[in-house]
């Protein structure tokens, strides 16, 4: 059973520049590690709210995953983590019409890890992973911000393109067993913790984050004193900022939190 988006990975050309263009969208790594990727790797986390966080990467081994993707298509989002209680049964049900990398799991110091690659997904690597005793958990209590320089609350959407949005909507479900809705020319994928997946019709792949807030108006004085490009109109949720995916490597969309 698939119980949650479990994080988001990034990847980055330099570990500390990505550190310094994240605190300017008002997103602050931590716990810097040096010990992972065989020793190829710096890596750290930064909280979304919703138990779900931002794996931020910079990984130099030209055989690695994160590497490769670099290479070919350059800093930015590079896949999702879903959680599941049951990874042999995930993978099992995923190899009825896709390959596994590898075709195996890995036992990492995360969690049971198994990738789907982008073109027998949905144009983007997905991992799937299952805790185990000695994984990282989400701090409890939870912290009372997410965000040092905004006034962020939770991941709301993570964004994706795609040429047939119904088409990469059915194709999610059909791997992991979610469900999805078309929304208007959108497919939307929901996770149990409130955050979801969407589809929008363009170039596949991974493109922004939606973060909601209690205070937009606050954010946009926050992100236009730290000298954040900001961009203020209105989606479909009502008012909005945008930050280009210039800063951090992607796009970050904050927009005002749904009091329903």
């Known amino acids: 059973m698939i119980l949650r988006l479990q994080h988001i990975g990034t990847a980055h050309r330099s570990h500390a520049s990505a550190a310094e263009r994240l605190r300017q969208v008002g997103l602050e790594p931590a716990e810097l590690r040096t010990d992972q990727g065989r020793g190829f790797q710096l890596d750290s986390r930064k909280l979304l709210g919703n138990e779900c966080w931002l794996h931020v990467v910079h990984n130099w081994n030209p055989e690695a995953r994160v590497c490769q993707y670099l290479r070919t298509i350059g800093e930015g989002l590079e896949h999702i983590a879903i959680?599941?209680?049951?990874?042999?049964?995930?993978?099992?049900?995923?190899?009825?019409?896709?390959?596994?990398?590898?075709?195996?799991?890995?036992?990492?110091?995360?969690?049971?890890?198994?990738?789907?690659?982008?073109?027998?997904?949905?144009?983007?690597?997905?991992?799937?992973?299952?805790?185990?005793?000695?994984?990282?958990?989400?701090?409890?209590?939870?912290?009372?911000?997410?965000?040092?320089?905004?006034?962020?609350?939770?991941?709301?959407?993570?964004?994706?393109?795609?040429?047939?949005?119904?088409?990469?909507?059915?194709?999610?479900?059909?791997?992991?067993?979610?469900?999805?809705?078309?929304?208007?020319?959108?497919?939307?994928?929901?996770?149990?913790?409130?955050?979801?997946?969407?589809?929008?019709?363009?170039?596949?792949?991974?493109?922004?984050?939606?973060?909601?807030?209690?205070?937009?108006?606050?954010?946009?004085?926050?992100l236009e004193a730290a000298g954040t490009p900001v961009e203020s109109g209105s989606g479909n949720h009502g008012q909005e900022l945008r930050i280009p995916a210039s800063v951090a490597g992607f796009e970050v969309v904050v927009r005002r939190r749904n009091s329903a």
């Open 83 to 222: 959680e599941t209680d049951d990874i042999e049964g995930a993978v099992a049900r995923v190899k009825e019409s896709a390959p596994i990398f590898e075709d195996r799991i890995f036992h990492a110091a995360d969690g049971f890890e198994a990738f789907v690659y982008p073109e027998d997904a949905c144009g983007f690597t997905v991992e799937l992973i299952q805790p185990h005793a000695s994984s990282w958990n989400w701090p409890d209590p939870p912290p009372e911000r997410v965000s040092p320089l905004l006034s962020v609350t939770h991941l709301a959407e993570v964004v994706a393109g795609a040429a047939d949005p119904e088409a990469a909507g059915r194709r999610f479900e059909e791997l992991f067993d979610t469900g999805f809705a078309m929304d208007g020319a959108s497919a939307r994928v929901p996770f149990a913790n409130d955050c979801v997946l969407r589809f929008q019709p363009g170039r596949p792949g991974l493109r922004s984050l939606v973060l909601e807030t209690a205070d937009l108006d606050g954010d946009r004085r926050a």
